[in-house]
């Protein structure tokens, strides 16, 4: 079966490790994020250029809970998303640049961690609709404005809800529904 540990959710299971950070594999260019539902991430167009965001994230899949810290910055055509522990240290940072994932990882993070859930999650949170349903295989974006849900078949996989007006500013959540996993997001711009 495979191992439902999604995205950031992943990191509610990272143990200590004193080991330095090691490079991440090559990320697929598909990823699943329901049973049936994948997100192709090259036909995503990388987030808008100029972003400086700060995020505090809590994560909880069944009974654990876990905050993190993120920063995502971009440039024209790369986004850089690097996750650490409250206290600091680095837990993973990806660089998304030209349709290619790389980056490094803590050795503490199990090998189901993949840049490629990190980046459907935020995608799936704060690109636009039209973009996303472009990349979505096996579902579709219903999207009112202020939230949004992932659907197959009529049936709610992913429920979003987002800030109104600017969403890097504010607090937004990602329900998992298929994976049984909730974020919490609250976002601000350290730049305008």
């Not at 950070?21 to 987030?47: C, F």
């Not at 640049?97 to 189901?112: R, V, Y």
Request: proline letters at 8%; charged letters at 15%; hydrophobic letters at 40%.
């Amino acid at each position: 079966m495979r191992l439902k540990s999604i995205s950031i959710v992943a990191l509610l299971i990272a143990g200590c490790a004193s080991r330095q950070p090691g490079p991440i594999a090559p990320a697929p260019d598909t990823t699943m994020i329901a049973p049936g539902v994948t997100m192709t991430l090259s036909r995503l167009t990388p987030l808008e250029s100029g972003l400086d965001v700060s995020q505090l994230v809590q994560a909880r899949y069944q009974n654990r809970a876990d905050t993190f810290l993120a920063t995502i910055q971009t440039s024209p055509g790369t986004v850089t998303v690097m996750v650490t522990m409250p206290s600091g240290p680095p837990l993973v940072t990806i660089v998304w640049e030209d349709g290619k994932i790389s980056g490094n990882k803590a050795p503490m993070l199990p090998d189901s961690m993949t840049p490629d859930h990190l980046l459907a999650d935020l995608m799936s949170v704060y690109a636009s609709s039209t973009t996303l349903n472009g990349a979505l295989t096996g579902a579709k974006v219903v999207d009112d404005g202020t939230s949004r849900t992932i659907e197959q078949d009529g049936k709610v996989l992913v429920r979003i809800v987002r800030p109104a007006g600017d969403t890097w500013t504010g607090t937004a959540s990602l329900h998992n529904l298929a994976f049984g996993y909730q974020l919490g997001i609250k976002s601000r711009r350290m730049s305008p």
